[in-house]
């Protein structure tokens, strides 16, 4: 992150009294840069009264298990994002319905939204950066090989809002 977007100058963090925070400020025109969150949205869905994961194929967390997501695009609405990260990593056509929950830790740069959907077609395979997409009952889930924080904090928020008791 080098560079200004609006001018093209060289970027340095440097304390902003108004903000009393370091930030990074241009220096030829003075704009700041903020590094924002990022957003990502997931769905758990739910097949035969099993929740579907996917074995990451990329890193972070290649290997581990984790619902579908990913990043929520400019133009898209967040229920729209988990709709589409669904269908392009586990090929399942749902409805987004009301959040599971919103994660979020103090040293990650992502906020995830989880949320409950409806399967509405499609069948589960996996798509291109997915090595695997399994169906776990709720005794089943693999809570010591789990992708990310969020994904076992949506989880176990999952568990005690599991459809049917
Ligand atoms: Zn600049």
Do not use: N
């Not at 949205?41 to 074995?55: D, H, Q, Y």
């Not at 499609?122 to 798509?127: C, F, K, S, T, V």
């Amino acid at each position: 992150m080098p560079y200004c977007f609006a001018c093209g100058g060289k970027l340095e963090w440097r304390l902003v009294e108004s903000e009393q925070r370091d930030r990074l400020v241009c220096t030829r025109c003075g704009r700041i840069t903020y590094l924002d969150p990022k957003v990502a949205a997931c769905t758990i869905p739910v097949i035969g009264g099993r929740v579907l994961l996917a074995r990451r194929g990329i890193e972070p967390g290649l290997g581990l298990w984790v619902f579908p997501g990913g990043y929520v695009e400019r133009g898209e609405t967040v229920p729209q994002a988990a709709e589409r990260e669904t269908f392009e990593e586990v090929r399942l056509r749902v409805r987004a319905t009301r959040p599971v929950g919103v994660y979020s830790y103090p040293d990650s740069v992502v906020v995830v939204v989880v949320y409950h959907c409806d399967v509405v077609g499609g069948e589960p395979a996996r798509g291109t950066e997915t090595q695997e997409v399994r169906l776990f009952g709720r005794d089943e889930i693999p809570w010591d090989r789990l992708a990310f924080p969020s994904t076992r904090d949506a989880l176990r928020d999952f568990v005690t809002q599991w459809p049917g008791g």
